[in-house]
Structure formats: structure tokens, C-alpha cells
């Protein structure tokens, strides 16, 4: 059974950082990518950064650009997002998916259950 475990959300101030993780189980987890995915309130699901296990190569929505970074531990089948200079528009839940390609197809993508980011203002 494919699991996707988030856990690292919180609440932060704006100009602050989170460290979302993302523990991947069920699948072999070198011939996955994993990325993220959030959804604000009243918004639609937003992909913002994956990364593929089997060359390392990573995409960056144009959103997060520059304050996001995705890396993952293939010892550990985790991945992670390291969220700097976050703002108020970055609340909303964040997902953990995992699919065979980078960028990922939300529609066939494995999801987790997410992880709630507030920031304040």
C-alpha cells in the first residue's frame, strides 16, 4: 500500500521558514518522483516543486521560485521542502504526491493526507 506521510507544518510569522517532510512507504521509491502540492482555502490545488528520485533533476512553479528548495534522502525514502521567506499567501494545506514523472500530474499522483501552513502577517 503506497503511504505518504507529511509532518512540519505550523504556524510561522511572514519572513519565517518551514521545513515540510514527507515520508514515502508501498513503492519503490527510486523510480518515483515526489513533490508537493498545496490548496489554499476557496482556491484550487496549486503544484509547486517535485523532484525525481532517479536523476535528481527538480521543477519549481514560478511561485516559489527562489524561496522554496525540494531535496530528498533515498536512504530514508523521505522528502523534504524547505519554505524561506514565507507570506501570507503561502497558507493553505501542503501535499505530499508522488507520481512516475517531474512535473507531476495531479490527477494520477498518489497523495497524502497533508499538512496545514499558517502564516501570519
Known amino acids: 500500500e503506497v503511504q505518504l506521510v507529511e509532518s512540519g507544518g505550523g504556524l510561522v510569522q511572514a519572513g519565517g521558514s518551514l521545513r515540510l517532510s514527507c515520508a514515502a512507504s508501498?513503492?519503490?521509491?527510486?523510480?518515483?518522483?515526489i513533490g508537493w502540492f498545496r490548496q489554499a482555502p476557496g482556491k484550487g490545488r496549486e503544484g509547486l516543486s517535485c523532484i525525481s528520485n532517479s536523476d535528481g533533476s527538480t521543477y519549481y512553479a514560478r511561485s516559489v521560485k527562489g524561496r522554496f528548495t525540494i531535496s530528498s534522502d533515498n536512504a530514508k525514502n523521505t522528502v523534504y521542502l524547505q519554505m524561506n521567506s514565507l507570506k501570507p499567501e503561502d497558507k493553505a494545506v501542503y501535499y505530499c504526491v508522488a507520481d512516475l514523472t517531474c512535473p507531476i500530474d495531479g490527477d494520477k499522483a498518489f497523495w497524502g493526507r497533508g499538512t496545514q501552513v499558517t502564516v501570519s502577517s
Open positions: 508501498g513503492f519503490t521509491f527510486e523510480e518515483y518522483a
